[in-house]
């Protein structure tokens, strides 16, 4: 997809985000840019620096009572109030997954929400999407190219989060490849920096994140077909009331948007996302191409892993070390690293469907009086580089520009609002974020961003959030 372009020059790196309680369980990394151990190491260096200059003789030799009401005051306003941060953190993040795996009550105003194999080349729902594709799509010519949080146990113990580890196939070797150059570009970035983590915890912290990517853009693109069917219907029907508990993306478009209006999107969104979409995908095989393979279907009686127990077991996984059991050393991390890799590469080998639902986003669009049609020219997400293969479509009908679509069955469906382009203050650069939580009552709704995980604030897509159905 990419080919040609491994010659260009890569961007610059960016700052470390932020991980909690990543040193000594205690302090944030990167540590100078936490509070706390400023706050630490003020109470070490003042409380000594009083005792030193006191002219008071208390019976004690000058040194040993420096030493000891230094460590005293360290440790009494220096590293209980950080201990008793990290509690309160546990405490809410707890909190927020019990609400999460509450019900919704019936009027939805305090609803918890719903967090949370590659087709066969002959596969009659990739050939559909396959078709779509290459009909719509104009030569370029040479001048214009759901479990609830339980507290973390010890590593190993019989309560450990996946205990059937062994009976996960084996993804087919080259799936990670397959995926880092057809995938949607945030889970084929976060599989490259999977694949070339130099560390054992550096590769079991990349797997995390690369599997919640992946889970998102499986819900989003799911999602915006779903929604994008929806609308059609509506225009057809001329009925725009809300709520259609027929709709077959009722269940995931609603469980999106108790959570964006409730805690915010979480891992745990996407992966109740997964299991609403079972059933959908098993009904609406045109409609969703591919994913019938991904997903079981709730019919199905053999019980076999699929995509969604795979990411559930590894969001459960993140939640363990998010709440403080993050492994401490390299071999520790080797060992989880082990247990959950089949997981994630199944995963990933189930998600590679997804190469045919390419994600775009538009550069221009031009109507053309004699074909009476729109010249499209978009760029391809997909793949794990930066620059993005610029391409150009016929399409019957107009779209906004700088937008994301994918390109579905019958035609371009908006990605809107569930994945938008916006700039990054921290990083000073234009970022692809998924929707996360609406503010309060106002129009406005905060994205998080794929590359940093950062909070950025999208005036009235909160409306847009509100209006899903
Ligand atoms: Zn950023």
């Not at 964006?260 to 079972?278: D, Q, V, Y």
């Not at 053309?368 to 729109?374: I, N």
């Not at 692809?432 to 897509?461: E, M, Q, W």
């Amino acid at each position: 997809m990419n080919s040609g372009a491994e010659a260009l020059p890569s961007p610059p790196p960016l700052p470390p985000a932020k991980r909690y309680n990543a040193v000594l369980r205690l302090y944030d990394a990167p540590v100078h840019r936490d509070w706390a151990i400023w706050a630490t190491l003020f109470w070490c260096f003042m409380s000594a620096a009083a005792i030193a200059t006191d002219k008071e003789h208390r019976g004690l030799p000058p040194w040993l009572d420096t030493l000891l009401a230094s460590i005293f005051f360290t440790l009494a306003l220096g590293v209980l109030p950080v201990w008793v941060r990290l509690r309160r953190r546990r405490r809410r993040w707890q909190s927020i997954e019990r609400r999460a795996s509450g019900t919704v009550p019936a009027d939805g105003r305090d609803a918890a929400e719903v967090r949370g194999s590659r087709p066969a080349p002959d596969s009659r729902a990739a050939g559909d999407a396959t078709a779509v594709r290459d009909s719509t799509a104009v030569r370029d010519s040479p001048g214009d190219q759901p479990a609830p949080y339980s507290p973390p146990a010890p590593y190993g113990s019989p309560s450990s989060a996946v205990p059937h580890v062994a009976a996960v196939p084996r993804a087919p070797s080259g799936a990670l490849a397959r995926a880092r150059d057809g995938l949607p570009h945030p889970v084929a970035r976060a599989l490259r920096t999977f694949q070339q983590a130099g560390t054992a915890r550096d590769e079991y912290e990349a797997m995390l994140e690369a599997a919640e990517h992946l889970g998102v853009a499986v819900c989003v693109t799911a999602a915006a077909l779903l929604q994008g069917d929806s609308r059609e219907a509506d225009a057809a029907s001329d009925d725009s009331r809300p709520g259609h508990p027929d709709r077959p993306g009722t269940p995931l478009l609603a469980g999106i948007q108790r959570s964006c209006l409730s805690s915010g999107a979480m891992f745990g969104t996407w992966t109740r996302g997964l299991f609403a979409l079972r059933e959908t995908a098993a009904q609406n095989h045109l409609l969703l191409p591919g994913f019938s393979t991904a997903l079981r279907s709730p019919a199905d009686p053999s019980g076999a892993r699929d995509i969604a127990d795979d990411l559930d077991a590894l969001r459960a996984e993140r939640n363990r070390t998010a709440h403080g059991d993050r492994p401490v050393s390299q071999p520790e991390a080797a060992l989880r690293l082990a247990e959950f890799r089949p997981l994630f590469e199944h995963a990933v080998d189930s998600a590679l469907f997804l190469d045919g639902l390419p994600w775009l986003c538009t550069v221009s669009c031009e109507y053309r009086h004699r074909e009476r049609d729109f010249r499209v020219a978009a760029h391809a997400v997909v793949g794990d580089h930066p620059i993005f293969e610029r391409q150009t479509y016929a399409w019957p009908i107009p779209v906004a520009n700088d937008t994301f679509y994918v390109l579905g069955p019958n035609g371009p469906v908006t990605l809107s609002p569930f994945l938008t382009h916006a700039f990054c203050e921290q990083c000073l650069q234009m970022e692809i974020c998924y929707l996360s939580r609406v503010r309060g009552r106002s129009g406005d709704a905060t994205v998080k961003s794929f590359n940093r995980g950062h909070d950025i604030v999208v005036p009235d897509l909160g409306n847009d959030i509100r209006s899903l159905r």
